[in-house]
């Protein structure tokens, strides 16, 4: 997959050390580099982001532990209508961001976890990986933690009071994505381990993978390889972050694929709001004289549709506004 060399610059680091250690001037100087970062590029990496590494490691190796099973047993926890459980191999096509690519379906398959205890969602667990639920499970709520302590730099970039977004945000529709990408020597034309896409998060948060393969679309169209950066995560602001600021913070398109000999995994987190958040044009982000670009809905409408796209089973038809 063709890409250009990436400059160090390209994708900034901003190092959470001292916002996270309540450091006095952190929040306003953090969250300015965040704003800047946002509206030029849509995706960074994060330093000192406080989730112990030992807890990534484990995750990823659930994940090799998880898609290692015969596919009888992955079959039998197989993705339902609420999205969680097992996408089988090929079993997403993204339509999304290019509905003209006619893209092949996508050369992955892959495990999600929701938050537990959220009405109407179940998680259905393995019968057979002992400790698997309790890991996930922990690396699910730390970067739940995580993102819902990043809000108040999201909320002071735009200008808003820094707890705006933390109410909208406490029940987040959230789901831990663990996937595998076999090595495929060569794709056919539109074909990929994931087609480029954006993503319907407000933020996702994407762990170090010792396997490179994540691209980033520049602003003039041509592709990056994204860096490897020990110990950090890389951040980018996905489609609910981009309708609710009217366009102002970024949702970059992204692609991935396993062209190395070895197993590729991937553990993304994507964070949203609260099923019932209304997404809506945020004060401070109209422009003098012009109707919103995106009609409102609901994080829960929203989230129907987007799904109804981009994976078979789930296909239908959803609100005309929306698209
Ligand atoms: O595999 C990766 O590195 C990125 C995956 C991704 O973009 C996604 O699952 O939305
Ligand atoms: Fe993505």
């Not at 953090?30 to 590494?53: D, M, Q, S």
């Not at 922990?138 to 302590?149: G, H, K, N, P």
Request: charged share 20%.
């Amino acid at each position: 997959m063709a890409a250009t060399p990436v400059t160090p610059s390209e994708i900034p680091v901003l190092d959470l050390g001292p916002f996270l250690a309540w450091e006095e001037g952190a929040l306003e100087r953090t969250a300015a580099e965040l704003r800047h970062i946002c509206e030029t590029i849509g995706f960074l990496y994060i330093a000192n982001h406080g989730v112990p590494r030992a807890l990534v490691d484990a995750t990823f190796a659930e994940a090799a532990r998880f898609h290692a099973q015969p596919v009888e047993a992955k079959l039998a926890v197989k993705v339902d209508a609420q999205m969680q459980g097992y996408l089988p191999m090929r079993g997403s096509t993204t339509r999304t961001f290019d509905p003209k690519a006619d893209n092949k379906p996508n050369e992955n398959e892959a495990f999600f976890v929701k938050r537990e205890g959220m009405p109407g969602i179940a998680n259905r667990w393995p019968e057979d990986l002992p400790g698997f639920r309790e890991t996930t499970l922990r690396y699910y709520t730390a970067l739940e933690f995580l993102a819902r302590r990043m809000l108040p730099l999201y909320a002071r970039a735009l200008g808003l009071p820094a707890n705006y977004f933390d109410a909208k945000c406490d029940e987040p529709l959230s789901s831990l994505r663990l996937s595998h990408y076999p090595p495929v020597a060569a794709y056919a034309e539109n074909e990929f381990g994931i087609a480029p896409h954006t993503d319907s998060t407000f933020i996702t948060l994407l762990a170090q993978n010792e396997i490179p393969g994540l691209q980033i679309r520049r602003q003039d169209g041509s592709w990056m390889d994204a860096p490897v950066i020990e110990d950090t995560f890389i951040v980018n602001t996905g489609d609910v972050l981009n309708r609710w600021t009217n366009g102002r913070f970024l949702s970059t398109p992204h692609r991935a694929f396993n062209t190395s000999a070895r197993p590729r995994y991937a553990i993304p987190y994507f964070f949203h709001p609260n099923a019932e958040t209304l997404i809506d044009c945020l004060p401070g982000c109209e422009v003098a004289g012009e109707a919103p670009r995106f009609p409102a809905m609901t994080m829960a409408e929203y989230m129907a549709w987007f799904r109804g796209r981009n994976y078979a089973h789930l296909r239908k038809d959803l609100p005309a506004a929306a698209q």
